[in-house]
């Protein structure tokens, strides 16, 4: 039976109904209607739905097993400002849809995070979901409890400045806008839910290399690599479509037969090549292979006699 489902890919509207039908991962009087995707976008919904569920309720993974594929992710990040006194203490992570999951104190739990600083923020716009957690924390403080906090807010307009975070941690809330988008009439102008969000991750998220998106979900990679590569925003000149470097792998079968999946999106480096002359830098071009960079400074050095170089492309101007 395993076998057989691991090849029946269910779409992210159905994705959403079998959840709601499977006790371990959803209070059954909290089940979405899977006529209406939209609602995953309500706050009504969901503050229903934190109102009659237990304190601590986790979508998809405990956060023990998530934190086998974070802790990784969090390492090259820390070892890669390590050098940085300006960011050694100012590594940040935010929690989107945190609802009342326990993942982002696990996470400041782990020696790795504690040792670096890693502050975390848990964003919800469900007040029952942050008042619960809230009032949790405060009955029971202990050190992971203040690299936390809990931030009423909405995924689309959040109260953060540009490139703010080092990691963004998603588990299932990308699939609520991805059900959502799939319900959308088609006349609807402007855009989706999902690409809202991705416009949003990426304006908050650092422009290091190593700075990631991971997202923890359902979504087979059939389904979601063309959604994320349809809603991730443009990086760089338009002539360069591969701006996102998409990663991914299997966490393997929960008791249902549903298999995990744990994504890894992060902003693909860019190198421009630019001429020197007279103490000023012009940009000639940009790419995102540095070895093409490197062999086109070669042709214009020896075709033009231009004193030229290659350097990394600061993402910030992008």
Not at 122 to 144: G, L, T
Not at 184 to 194: E, L, S, T, V
Request: proline share 5%.
């Amino acid at each position: 039976m395993r076998r057989l489902l691991r090849h029946v890919r269910p779409t992210a509207t159905g994705r959403m109904r079998a959840l709601s039908q499977t006790g371990a991962s959803q209070p059954a009087d909290a089940r979405p209607d899977p006529s209406d995707p939209s609602r995953f976008m309500r706050r009504s919904y969901w503050e229903e739905y934190h109102e009659s569920s237990d304190l601590s309720h986790e979508w998809f993974l405990e956060p023990s097993k998530c934190l086998e594929v974070l802790l990784p992710t969090v390492q090259t990040v820390c070892a890669s400002q390590s050098s940085s006194t300006k960011d050694r203490d100012a590594l940040r992570a935010l929690h989107i849809g945190c609802g009342t999951s326990t993942l982002g104190i696990e996470l400041a739990r782990s020696s790795l995070t504690m040792k670096s600083s890693l502050h975390v923020s848990n964003v919800d716009f469900s007040k029952n979901a942050i008042e619960a957690m809230r009032k949790a924390r405060s009955q029971s403080p202990d050190a992971a409890a203040t690299l936390n906090e809990w931030i009423l807010a909405d995924l689309l307009s959040l109260p953060f400045e540009n490139c703010h975070f080092d990691l963004i941690l998603d588990k299932g809330t990308f699939d609520a806008f991805e059900a959502s988008d799939a319900g959308r009439r088609q006349d609807q102008a402007g855009p989706g839910p999902a690409e809202s969000l991705c416009n949003e991750v990426d304006r908050v998220l650092k422009r290091h290399l190593d700075s990631a998106w991971l997202q923890i979900t359902h979504s087979a990679p059939e389904l979601r690599l063309e959604v994320l590569h349809a809603s991730l925003p443009q990086v760089g000149p338009r002539d360069l479509p591969q701006g996102w470097q998409i990663s991914y792998r299997s966490l393997g079968e929960d008791e249902t037969g549903f298999e995990y999946f744990v994504y890894f999106v992060r902003r693909r480096p860019m190198f421009e090549l630019v001429r020197l002359q007279d103490g000023e830098a012009s940009q000639l071009g940009i790419f995102v292979d540095e070895s093409q960079a490197l062999a086109a400074a070669s042709d214009a050095a020896g075709e033009h006699q231009q004193q030229v170089a290659v350097r990394p492309l600061s993402q910030s101007r992008l």
